[in-house]
């Protein structure tokens, strides 16, 4: 269910750049709000392993998480500055820290099951940077 919702969300994401992108109808954008959920844009890590993906909508307009709930506690509110620590590593999410801290089997699913929740692997990297616009040259 859960996962028929995320493809869904990720449906509307291309429908409204497609629309963007071939008549500049905003249709379809305006029912998200960036000030109210945070950003649109999934949040994609490739250190150290390749790659990880972090939904804003999912934990805030989905899961209903303030913003305080995560920031500035376990992350800043720039995207990259995590992986740039070098306990960014599973054993500190089981420990508790960055997304252990609700994903510890009780507020939320916990961190040593569902890897692929998470890891969307090279290949779901390649097609995350196929798929946004200014993705492809972040680094
Ligand atoms: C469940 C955790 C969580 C919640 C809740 C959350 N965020 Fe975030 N946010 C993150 C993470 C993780 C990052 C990336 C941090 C990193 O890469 O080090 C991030 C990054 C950001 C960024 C920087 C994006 C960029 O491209 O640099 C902004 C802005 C932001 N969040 C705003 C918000 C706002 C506004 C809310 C509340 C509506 C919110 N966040 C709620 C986890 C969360
Ligand atoms: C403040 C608490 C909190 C933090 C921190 C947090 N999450 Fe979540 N997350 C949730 C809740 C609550 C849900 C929805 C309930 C569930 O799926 O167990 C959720 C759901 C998800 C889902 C959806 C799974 C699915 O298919 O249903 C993914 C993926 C996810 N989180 C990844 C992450 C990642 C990656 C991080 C760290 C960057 C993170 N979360 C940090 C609370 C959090
Ligand atoms: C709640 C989200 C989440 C889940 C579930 C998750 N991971 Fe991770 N994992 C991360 C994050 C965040 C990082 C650090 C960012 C990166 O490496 O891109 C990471 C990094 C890693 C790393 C490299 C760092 C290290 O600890 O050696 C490995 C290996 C790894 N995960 C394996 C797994 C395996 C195996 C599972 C399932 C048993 C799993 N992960 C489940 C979020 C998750």
Redesign the pocket.
């Known amino acids: 269910m859960k996962k028929i919702l995320l493809l869904l969300v990720l449906g509307v994401f291309l429908l409204s750049g497609a629309l963007l992108s071939a008549s500049g109808d905003v249709a379809v954008e305006e029912e998200y709000d960036e000030d109210t959920y945070g950003p649109e844009d999934p949040i994609v890590?490739?250190?150290?392993?390749?790659?990880?993906v972090f939904d804003h909508k999912i934990h805030t307009m989905g899961a209903e998480l303030d913003c305080d709930s995560c920031h500035d506690d376990l992350f800043e509110m720039e995207a990259g500055v995590a992986?740039e620590n070098e306990d960014?590593?599973?054993?500190t999410?089981y420990e508790g820290g960055?997304?252990g801290g609700c994903?510890d089997g009780s507020t939320a699913f916990a961190?040593?099951?569902?890897?692929t929740?998470?890891?969307i692997g090279v290949r779901g990297h390649a097609r995350l940077l196929g798929e946004t616009a200014d993705g492809g040259k972040s680094h």
């Open positions: 890590w490739t250190k150290p392993v390749k790659s990880v992986e960014f590593t599973m054993d999410l960055y997304c994903h961190s040593n099951t569902r890897c929740a998470c890891h």
